[in-house]
């Protein structure tokens, strides 16, 4: 042994110093493997009786133990954009081989939902399960502030009135036989400024023989006939042959001043012949000082057809009726019958209200067609 090797020897062993030493080695934690659950019920395209769904799923299976969830996710479109129909919920994984969640609040009636879920372990989380639909109940409401009607399903939130002639289309919708049949709905609260509108099929040409100014629907502060004296009403027409023109749309709005009505100048250039097969929305649109109509063929999404608007210029326009009766047609009273309900329309999806229609509201009746 060398001299140098020596003394090193010796002041290791006087000092205590040892030679370091590698750590131990870690084991990596192993992760956790998820099955994805199988949606279970309802069965994919189910039109449900109620507004509160229960959905099931069959449990996944897990590589680790310990408690697992399932996020539950429904929306009104099928990419799961974030919108105010939208619900997430996550539950406690079901013990019986299956787990469910039932929805606490009522989702939007006459609607096509969609709905997936995934399980949840720790940090580790599954795929969605595949994606299905249902529809709620095909059923409308109406309370402070909206009115909505499928009318759809045989039945209406309304009262049939008039001569109360008119036939149940199924899936279509209620057709008016004569010019004396309506629908009548109470608003239990005056509405300012709002949009009322309506889903029609079966608008034609000329209209039946005599056909003037039929209504396709209107607005009064009365559920009795038009009087001269109301201050408050609109209606929306589709001109028939004795209409001056024939086959024009146009409407009249009184806001506050029967000596001032709404109506716009230009009817011989809204003339239009419409295709009793589409489906044309109509929508209306009043505040205190304006009216505007909108008509869409094929529905919310559909070509614009017409879009006119009136403002009030004169005479006192505040909208502030003491009550609101809104009608599918209208209730013509002592007018003569060219004055009355289009003859032959069918009528769904109504919708009165001082907010914007839903976009997805109704969306189950494209279901049934």
């Known amino acids: 042994m060398t001299l140098s090797l020596m ?4 002041v290791s062993a006087c000092t205590g110093t040892k030679s370091p030493t590698a750590p131990a080695a870690t084991t990596p934690p192993v992760a956790t493997t998820l099955t994805t659950p199988a949606a279970d019920s309802p069965g994919d395209g189910a039109q449900l009786d109620n507004v509160r769904p229960t959905l099931t799923v069959v449990n996944s299976t897990s590589s680790q133990s310990g408690a697992r969830t399932y996020e539950f996710q429904i929306a009104d479109n099928s990419e799961f954009a974030a919108n105010a129909n939208a619900v997430s919920q996550e539950v406690s994984e079901g013990p019986s081989g299956k787990t469910t969640f039932t929805v606490g609040q009522d989702l939007q009636p006459t609607t096509a939902y969609y709905w997936h879920a995934r399980v949840v372990q720790g940090g ?9 639909s249902f529809t709620t109940k ?14 759809v399903n045989g039945e209406t939130v309304g009262s049939i009135g008039g001569s109360g002639n008119i036939t149940w289309v199924p899936g279509q919708g209620i057709r008016m036989n004569d010019e004396l049949a309506y629908v009548v709905y109470q608003l239990p609260q005056v509405i300012s400024s709002g949009e009322m509108s309506v889903e029609v099929t079966g608008l034609g040409p000329d209209g039946p023989p005599g056909a003037g100014k039929p209504r396709i629907f209107s607005m009064l502060d009365q559920p009795g ?10 209606n929306v027409q589709y001109r028939g042959a004795g209409g001056a023109p024939a086959n024009c749309i146009t409407f009249k709005a009184i806001l506050g001043d ?15 012949l419409l295709d009793p097969s589409t489906v044309y929305l109509w929508q209306s649109f009043w505040t205190p000082t304006s009216f505007r109509l909108v008509v869409k063929a094929g529905g919310a999404t559909g070509s614009v057809v017409y879009d006119e608007t009136a403002n009030a210029t004169t005479g006192t326009t505040n909208w502030n009726p003491a009550q609101m009766f809104a009608f599918l047609g209208t209730n013509n009273g002592r007018f003569v019958e060219f004055d009355g309900t289009r003859i032959g329309m069918t009528l769904r999806n ?4 001082s907010t914007p229609r839903p976009t997805s509201l109704g969306s189950a009746i494209a279901r049934l067609r």
């Open 7 to 10: 003394l090193a020897c010796v």
């Open 124 to 132: 580790s989380k599954s795929n969605w399960s595949e994606t299905r």
């Open 138 to 151: 095909l059923v409308g409401f109406n309370r402070p502030g909206a009115l909505y009607d499928p009318l």
């Open 225 to 234: 006939a038009i009087a001269s004296s109301s201050r408050y009403s609109f």
């Open 258 to 272: 029967n000596a001032h009505s709404l109506e716009v100048a230009n009817r011989f250039a809204n003339i239009f």
């Open 350 to 353: 109504l919708w009165v209200g």
